[in-house]
């Protein structure tokens, strides 16, 4: 390619709104164009970027033995409520009428559409399993879409859906697909790790998220410093806190503390560790029926008095759409009383407490009377569903595995796999025939990558402040061939030579031909990130030219008659 032939329309100003260096550096060099809120066209250096990425999750998952389809982007709203999403999704679902007044939505996911395409068709156990997959647009309406490709309302989307006649075969496929999509991100050249991850709105039985490290990550990830072990915050979980300090020793007992309304004040007044508290978080539950009716209630959840809560361990333990800080009106109409609020004796409202907590004895909590606490709790004599993972791990906690040191990093999610069982072919009547001719509903796994947050990812990985830099994998061009004056006749014979013989051994090149000024050219190499540019200048007079590593922008002169082999070493 020619650069005097190419649309890449660059721009030396970012838009004020862009605060990420791939948000910055993306639309300043051409890559992509913003056309409104969350909605970005691909110009061709951004396409060529996308072409390689698609080209690798393609290659890969053929191998892995998935089948590539093209669902439409338009879904039916009938298949939505079959599965019972239509109503409880939220307003991220962009639902719309067609001139017949039917519903439809724009897909964010497939689950719905791909069990359609299979139900009926595959009855029997002996065409299982079935993996399929497709590269297509999504589109979610995000209340707030920022960070450019990161997050955009429409997006590229690789999804993948398998079928299987039980829950082993699930397993073996879901690690096949961990495996290749670690294959894909280490072809992609990007430093990720696979994390356990929450199931989110996709649900299901489990899931693992892929991480790219990054510092600009939205995503919390813990990790631990001795061996592979990884979860996304919102699914981490640790080895049982312990603690040297003296465990207070009392008999079962109220006592009247006044004013003692946070965790700091009742250990101070009790002089104890906050490690043998407990501290009540009450939260207004929302929660919307398969109905779409929605209401809400207050739910009270228990952690050991120096942890947080983990909101979204919260929500899945109350099974609720999500949590609100309830009002101090909203508490006492409930029959709470905040800063005194306990386990022991609390009736009337919905509460669970964090599994660490459960056998611990001599522990103090609110006595649920204004200024009073009991001492000397055990708690035991409780039912165990009111046990759950309520804890946020944080850095300094020990490994569930290994009993490690974890530590907080940044991360972009660019994959996830989750195991999803029946939860969408048992709603939506998709069944098959087994071993002794019984109709059971498939057993389903979903796989998906950010084909195009992947473009941006990448340089968010890789970048500084001049521009993007490319590893070879992904760069739309290789190497960028510039003449730095187009009037020395010489120069531009040699550089119009070594750029069709480059383009003859099938490599991407792109020559920069156009009537600018040198710096404008570097800068411009400098800015759109290409790994290599050789420098046809005055050096060429005594035989040689300039090799320029975008990476670190290195520069070694080379003989002009060995330039075409190191490229092509290269």
């Not at 791939?22 to 056309?35: D, I, N």
């Not at 760069?475 to 013989?501: M, R, T």
Request: overall charge negative.
């Amino acid at each position: 390619m020619k650069f005097s032939k190419l649309y890449a329309p660059t721009a030396k100003e970012a838009p004020k709104d862009a605060s990420l260096a791939s948000h910055k550096f993306l639309l300043r060099a051409g890559y992509a164009e913003q056309v409104g809120s969350g909605l970005y066209n691909f110009l061709p250096l951004g396409k060529r970027v996308l072409e390689n990425i698609k080209n690798i999750v393609k290659e890969e998952l053929d191998e892995a033995g998935a089948q590539e389809i093209s669902m439409s982007f338009v879904t039916s709203a009938d298949l939505w409520r079959e599965s019972g999403r239509f109503d409880v999704y939220g307003k991220e679902l962009l639902r719309f009428k067609d001139r017949k007044e039917n519903d439809f939505v724009l897909s964010p996911t497939n689950e719905e559409s791909v069990v359609a395409l299979v139900r009926g068709k595959v009855t029997s156990y002996k065409q299982l399993p079935l993996n399929l997959y497709q590269i297509n647009t999504k589109f979610r309406d995000e209340a707030r879409p920022r960070f450019g490709l990161l997050r955009g309302r429409e997006f590229l989307m690789k999804d993948g859906y398998s079928f299987h006649a039980n829950a082993e075969d699930l397993d073996r496929e879901f690690d096949l697909m961990e495996k290749t999509y670690s294959k894909i991100f280490t072809r992609l050249g990007l430093n990720f790790r696979a994390v356990r991850a929450d199931s989110g709105a996709i649900g299901g039985s489990g899931s693992k998220e892929f991480m790219v490290l990054a510092n600009s990550g939205e995503d919390d990830i813990i990790v631990c410093e001795n061996c592979d072990y990884a979860a996304n915050i919102e699914a981490a979980t640790r080895a049982k806190r312990t603690t040297q300090a003296e465990r207070p020793e009392a008999d079962a007992a109220k006592f009247l503390t006044p004013n003692a309304k946070t965790i700091k004040d009742v250990a101070e007044f009790f002089r104890v560790d906050e490690f043998y508290c407990i501290k009540a978080v009450i939260k207004k539950a929302i929660f919307i029926d398969a109905k779409g009716e929605k209401s809400e209630k207050i739910v009270v959840f228990f952690v050991r008095g120096e942890d947080e809560l983990q909101e979204v361990k919260a929500q899945n333990a109350c099974a609720a759409l999500e949590l609100a800080d309830a009002t101090e009106a909203e508490i006492a109409a409930a029959g709470l009383v905040g800063g005194f609020c306990g386990p022991v004796g609390l009736r009337g409202v919905e509460f669970y407490i964090d599994k660490e907590l459960r056998g611990e004895s001599q522990m103090i909590c609110g006595a649920n009377e204004r200024d009073y606490h009991f001492v000397g709790v055990s708690v035991s004599s409780f039912n165990a569903e009111r046990f759950k993972d309520l804890t946020a791990v944080k850095a300094g906690d020990k490994c569930p595995c290994c009993g490690g040191n974890l530590s907080v990093s940044k991360g972009i999610e660019v994959g996830h796999i989750f195991k999803l069982g029946t939860k969408y072919s048992e709603p939506m009547g998709a069944t098959f025939l087994d071993e002794n001719g019984k109709a059971k509903p498939f057993i389903m796994g979903c796989y998906g990558i950010g084909v195009s947050r992947l473009v941006a990812v990448a340089v968010e990985a890789s970048h500084d402040e001049k521009g993007i830099i490319w590893n070879e994998t992904l760069a739309p061009f290789k190497f960028e061939i510039i003449v730095s004056n187009l009037k020395d006749e010489e120069g531009v014979k040699f550089a119009q030579g070594l750029y069709e013989d480059l383009r003859g051994a099938g490599v991407s090149v792109l020559l920069d031909d156009r009537n600018e000024r040198f710096g404008v050219k570097m800068s411009e190499f400098e800015l759109m990130g290409f790994p290599y540019a050789v420098i046809v200048g005055k050096g060429l007079a005594e035989g040689t030219v300039e090799l320029v590593t975008r990476d670190g922008l290195a520069k070694e002169t080379v003989k002009a008659s060995e330039i075409l082999a190191r490229l092509k070493s290269l």
